[in-house]
């Protein structure tokens, strides 16, 4: 199995690994009860999507 002939310097690592962050994630507002949503999701507060009721929601 073939290793590395020398040490990857620290400079090279870092470089490699600028794309390993985590992104956050993206959340759109509910067009019903403006609350923030995940985009192509039902909304879990109201139940709608894309402007109609698609799930019943318990009322506390």
């Given amino acids: 199995m073939p290793n590395p002939k020398r040490r990857h310097s620290k400079t090279r ?3 490699r690994r600028t794309h390993d962050a985590l992104k956050p994630i993206g959340t759109s507002e509910c067009p019903q009860c403006h609350e923030l949503k995940l985009p192509h999701v039902v909304c879990r507060h109201c139940g709608h999507y894309r ?3 698609v799930r019943p929601v318990q009322e506390d």
């Fill in 13 to 15: 690592t870092a470089k």
């Fill in 51 to 53: 402007g109609r009721q």
